[in-house]
């Protein structure tokens, strides 16, 4: 599509909520704003072994990973995670031997025991690493209904085109939306996941402590009573993070770097970029205004597509050692490493390492002269 019509396509939207790093969303009642501020004390929050951290964990706060450039953004913790993939599609996520996220700290009472970090579980035939994903504007991206997510979907590539983009599942088969593999659904269960995986803290909803049952029947290993975090307070984090705004765009002060910008948004669309990065969603109704009917600029289809064995990583509930969701890229520009494990050090490298059903698209770009393909990455510098 030509550049001088994505403009009038984009004039036509409903306009996107933004704001700087950290901020609310627009629009939220006196109610939610007072949400919105309670649960980010609690997202920042330090929690003590005392108060049931661990007694495996990663970090003590949430904003511990989740800080950079405020809280609700990236850091450089990378969760690893190992699980046993047989093909052609059985994965086993290696639960109970830690493997959906492999803790590297223990609280002074487990270290009495002798313990350190979790080791990778003995039947494991894949581990990853996966960098802090951004939670600016994810309260909008769950706002995006189910079906406009799998309009985009081509699992049997119908199309001919080389991409067949499947949406993923969570294990009781609501659409997976959130994470690598696409297999968190709602903010609650990404809270939820995150208070019991990355801090050891049991939660309203999974009340069981997360203990591999090789350490169930240490003594004292972990005082606190179960559950170690209430309904209210996840609740209240969950709040926080659904009322992050998005990131606002950048744009260049100088008419000459606005032009360059168009002129890489316009190679964007030309080389099949938004073939998988969707610029755009709209929410559905919603009962809070500030989510209700909205434009959400994702850059992303959050679908799972084959990345080809040179991105590969463990498998998930419904996805291949080789499937990624497609990563939005919204804030690009305020990020230092790139794809899902940090490898690349500029999005140059993140775009020419592409494989499987992006090959085309990165043919495509690395075919463009040196100077064009900057035109394109200072676009993504604005996002």
């Known amino acids: 599509m030509a550049p001088f019509l994505l403009g009038w396509v984009a004039a036509c939207q409903p306009a996107t909520p933004a704001g700087d790093p950290g901020d609310p969303l627009p629009g939220l009642t006196t109610v939610e704003a007072e949400r919105f501020v309670e649960g980010r004390a609690l997202f920042d929050r330090v929690f003590s072994a005392a108060e049931g951290l661990g007694p495996l964990f990663n970090e003590n706060q949430c904003s511990a990973c989740h800080t950079d450039p405020a809280s609700g953004g990236t850091g450089e913790q990378l969760v690893i995670k190992a699980t046993r993939f047989e093909p052609p599609l059985t994965c086993h996520l290696l639960a109970e031997e830690g493997g959906e996220n492999l803790r590297r700290r223990v609280t002074p009472a487990l270290a009495s025991h002798g313990f350190t970090a979790e080791p990778v579980p003995a039947g494991a035939t894949e581990r990853a690493r996966f960098t802090t994903p951004f939670l600016f504007g994810a309260g909008l991206v769950e706002a995006i209904p189910d079906a406009a997510i799998l309009r985009n979907a081509d699992p049997d590539d119908a199309d001919a085109d080389g991409i067949s983009g499947r949406p993923g599942r969570t294990v009781d088969g609501r659409l997976g939306r959130f994470s690598r ?3 968190v659904a709602t903010l609650l ?31 004292d290993i972990d005082p606190a009573p179960e559950p170690e975090v209430g309904r209210e307070e996840m609740d ?20 000459a ?8 948004e316009g190679l964007f669309h030309q080389v099949g970029c938004d073939r998988c990065h969707t610029p755009s969603f709209r929410t559905g109704r919603s009962d809070v205004e500030a989510l209700d009917r909205k434009r959400i600029e994702v850059y992303s289809d959050l679908l799972l597509h084959d990345m080809g064995e040179g991105l590969a990583s463990v498998c998930g509930l419904a996805a291949t050692p080789t499937e990624l969701r497609t990563q939005p890229l919204a804030g690009l520009g305020h990020r230092r490493i790139f794809l899902h494990d940090g490898r690349a050090l500029n999005p140059r490298d993140a775009i020419l390492a592409h494989d499987g059903e992006a090959r085309g698209v990165r043919d495509a770009f690395a075919a463009l002269p040196r100077t064009t393909q900057e035109d394109l990455l200072r676009f993504l510098d604005t996002l």
């Not at 209240?236 to 100088?254: C, G």
């Open 189 to 219: 269960d990404f809270t939820d996941s995150a208070l019991r995986f990355e801090m050891g803290l049991s939660t309203a909803l999974t009340p069981v402590e997360p203990v591999p049952p090789h350490l169930a029947d240490l003594p």
């Open 257 to 264: 770097a606005r032009a360059t910008v168009r002129r890489g």
């Open 236 to 255: 209240l984090i969950t709040d926080f993070v659904r009322f992050l705004a998005p990131l606002r765009p950048r744009s260049p002060e100088d008419p």
């Open 181 to 183: 593999k696409a297999e």
